[in-house]
């Protein structure tokens, strides 16, 4: 009788910077579960997200293709992803797998899992507190429970949306962190916030009326991780209870971090700094990887896939633009490549190149923070990336983009396919038709509006679950009530 498969459950998390989880070195106590979790298998403490957000980024972790084989780049997606690559629950349901997807029903990047399970994953000030993590597992446990007594090997895809804007975390973690007055007078840090008119009002539709502090909402952030946390042991023990541990492959990786104070681009994700692009990624699997080893080396979403696919035992034929990570773990490679293309299609459109120490950004088109059209940083010397050394550095500037050119037209013959960078003139997914010809332009037509509309927006304008959803509904039709009076 041949040996059953090891299933596969892989936590993916939305927005979660590894820099503020406390097995990353953070001086905030957010993850103790996650971080005994990684205790017990490898985690990596160099991965990133090279292709921001959240549409591309899983396209890379779900395929093990770069955006060149994907040719996904953003995050409003304009049809399917191509069926030039398979994905992860493709190949697994070939080889017996019964796929199920949490939370990620209709995006691009999630195709082919058998069932897809939706929870209430968004919510308003009103409806505070948001208990997102523990809605999902309100789903999650029965199927677990369900896919424990089949004769099939599984894979369950979770993904977890507590760390992603509105951070309305329930008691006690919305105040885990924070004991002062978030609307004290004497504070002025929301000031710039509120004077960014595309995110003014969503921010403000669930942050505390009148505040004033913004180290409120960054530890509303850290309160929702340390509570999603706690709500991920919960899995974790009724993994355990359900005798599925030594079978079972863990991983947890984020899809990308999350700008909070930093570069002007508030509680949210985009740009390419490195607040952006640094994930976490651990996994745990009992008798084939060793339990508290930390590896240094770089790697990204692009090599998860290779990395699972062995693991498990699964061949394929698939030739990955990722590499399998177990050399690294063994100590046979250091590291995976050390430069790469970093992309951005959120609210930005933006390219560059990473290397150890330096970092090129590009605009492909004027960006309403109105911030110059190249940036360089030393990220040795400045890792919070606050000094822009383009107009100091000329030399490096044109070295790194020799590097990031040449790199591109490598790619475009590989896979006889444009950069998606250049073609995706529509990313944004408004009205405004073809790149934004100035940052005025930018500024006064990308509007997120409030907690309702953003879910619309990440969603593709396809129907969004609960009461947010419901409201959004409500608003439509009292503005064509109003047109329709005038």
Same mark, same amino acid.
């Given at each position: 009788?041949a040996?059953?498969?090891?299933?596969?459950?892989l936590?993916?998390?939305?927005?979660? %910077?590894?820099d503020?989880?406390?097995?990353?070195?953070?001086?905030?106590?957010t993850?103790?579960? #996650?971080?005994?979790?990684?205790?017990?298998?490898?985690?990596?403490?160099?991965?990133?997200?090279?292709?921001?957000p959240?549409?591309?980024?899983?396209?890379?972790?779900?395929?093990?293709?770069?955006? *060149?084989?994907?040719?996904? #780049?953003?995050?409003?997606h304009?049809?399917?992803?191509?069926?030039?690559?398979s994905?992860?629950p493709?190949?697994?349901?070939?080889?017996?797998?019964?796929?199920?997807?949490?939370?990620?029903?209709?995006?691009?990047?999630?195709?082919?899992?058998?069932?897809?399970?939706?929870?209430?994953?968004?919510?308003?000030?009103?409806?505070?507190?948001?208990?997102?993590?523990? +809605?999902?597992?309100?789903?999650?446990?029965?199927?677990?429970?369900?896919?424990?007594?089949?004769?099939?090997?599984?894979?369950l895809?979770?993904?977890?949306?507590?760390?992603h804007?509105?951070?309305?975390?329930?008691?006690?973690?919305?105040t885990? +962190?924070y004991?002062?007055?978030p609307?004290?007078?004497?504070?002025?840090?929301?000031?710039?916030v509120?004077? *960014?008119?595309?995110?003014?009002? +969503?921010?403000?539709? %669930?942050?505390?009326?009148?505040?004033t502090d913004?180290?409120?909402?960054?530890?509303?952030?850290?309160?929702?991780?340390a509570?999603?946390?706690?709500?991920?042991?919960?899995?974790?023990t009724?993994?355990?209870?359900?005798g599925?541990?030594?079978?079972?492959?863990?991983?947890?990786?984020?899809?990308?971090?999350?700008?909070?104070?930093?570069?002007?681009?508030?509680?949210?994700?985009?740009?390419?700094?490195?607040?952006?692009?640094?994930?976490?990624?651990?996994?745990?699997?009992?008798?084939?990887?060793?339990?508290?080893?930390?590896?240094?080396?770089?790697?990204?979403?692009?090599?998860?896939?290779?990395? #699972?696919?062995?693991?498990?035992g699964?061949?394929?034929?698939? /030739?990955?633009?990722?590499?399998?990570?177990?050399?690294?773990?063994?100590?046979?490679?250091?590291?995976?490549?050390?430069?790469?293309?970093?992309?951005?299609?959120?609210?930005?459109?933006?390219?560059? %190149?990473?290397?150890?120490?330096?970092?090129?950004?590009? $605009?492909?088109?004027?960006? +309403?923070?109105?911030?110059?059209?190249?940036?360089?940083?030393?990220?040795?010397?400045?890792?919070?990336?606050?000094?822009n050394l383009?107009? /100091?550095?000329?030399?490096?500037?044109?070295?790194?983009?020799?590097?990031?050119?040449a %790199?591109?037209?490598?790619?475009? /013959?590989?896979?006889?396919?444009?950069?998606p960078?250049?073609?995706?003139?529509?990313?944004?997914?408004?009205?405004?038709?073809?790149?934004?010809?100035?940052?005025?332009?930018?500024y006064?037509?990308?509007?997120?509006?409030?907690?309702?509309?953003?879910?619309?927006?990440?969603?593709?304008?396809?129907?969004?679950?609960g009461?947010?959803?419901?409201?959004?509904?409500?608003?439509?039709? $009292?503005?064509?009530?109003?047109r329709a009076?005038?």
């Amino acid at each position: 009788m041949a040996k059953r498969k090891k299933n596969l459950i892989l936590f993916a998390v939305d927005s979660l %910077w590894s820099d503020h989880m406390s097995c990353y070195g953070y001086d905030r106590l957010t993850t103790p579960n #996650v971080d005994k979790f990684a205790s017990e298998g490898v985690l990596f403490e160099n991965t990133f997200s090279p292709h921001i957000p959240t549409t591309p980024a899983y396209a890379s972790m779900l395929t093990g293709m770069d955006c *060149f084989s994907t040719e996904v #780049v953003a995050l409003r997606h304009k049809g399917g992803l191509t069926k030039k690559v398979s994905t992860l629950p493709e190949m697994l349901k070939k080889e017996g797998y019964e796929t199920i997807c949490v939370g990620f029903t209709g995006n691009p990047s999630s195709r082919g899992f058998d069932t897809y399970l939706n929870y209430s994953s968004w919510g308003s000030y009103d409806e505070r507190p948001l208990r997102k993590a523990e +809605f999902l597992n309100d789903v999650t446990l029965p199927e677990l429970e369900r896919l424990a007594s089949s004769d099939k090997p599984f894979c369950l895809f979770l993904r977890h949306m507590d760390p992603h804007a509105p951070y309305l975390p329930p008691a006690p973690y919305d105040t885990m +962190f924070y004991s002062k007055d978030p609307c004290d007078p004497s504070k002025t840090s929301m000031e710039p916030v509120k004077a *960014f008119k595309p995110f003014r009002d +969503f921010h403000l539709s %669930w942050m505390p009326p009148g505040i004033t502090d913004a180290d409120h909402v960054t530890a509303q952030y850290d309160g929702a991780v340390a509570y999603m946390d706690a709500c991920i042991q919960r899995v974790l023990t009724r993994v355990d209870e359900l005798g599925l541990r030594d079978d079972t492959l863990v991983v947890l990786n984020g899809d990308h971090g999350e700008t909070l104070d930093e570069h002007d681009c508030y509680f949210d994700h985009h740009g390419i700094y490195e607040c952006t692009l640094k994930v976490p990624l651990m996994m745990r699997l009992p008798g084939k990887l060793p339990e508290g080893k930390r590896v240094s080396g770089y790697n990204q979403h692009k090599d998860l896939v290779p990395t #699972v696919l062995d693991l498990l035992g699964v061949k394929t034929k698939t /030739k990955f633009d990722g590499k399998n990570l177990l050399p690294m773990v063994r100590g046979t490679r250091l590291t995976n490549e050390s430069e790469f293309y970093i992309t951005e299609c959120t609210w930005m459109r933006k390219h560059g %190149w990473r290397t150890p120490e330096w970092k090129l950004i590009v $605009a492909l088109e004027p960006d +309403f923070h109105f911030k110059p059209e190249v940036e360089l940083y030393n990220l040795i010397q400045d890792p919070g990336e606050t000094k822009n050394l383009a107009d /100091k550095e000329p030399d490096m500037v044109e070295l790194l983009r020799g590097r990031m050119n040449a %790199w591109i037209e490598k790619r475009k /013959k590989e896979t006889g396919n444009p950069n998606p960078m250049e073609t995706n003139v529509n990313w944004h997914g408004k009205d405004y038709d073809g790149a934004f010809k100035s940052s005025e332009d930018a500024y006064n037509n990308m509007y997120i509006g409030s907690a309702s509309q953003a879910a619309k927006l990440q969603s593709g304008n396809k129907s969004v679950k609960g009461t947010v959803a419901k409201k959004a509904k409500k608003t439509k039709k $009292a503005k064509k009530t109003r047109r329709a009076k005038k």
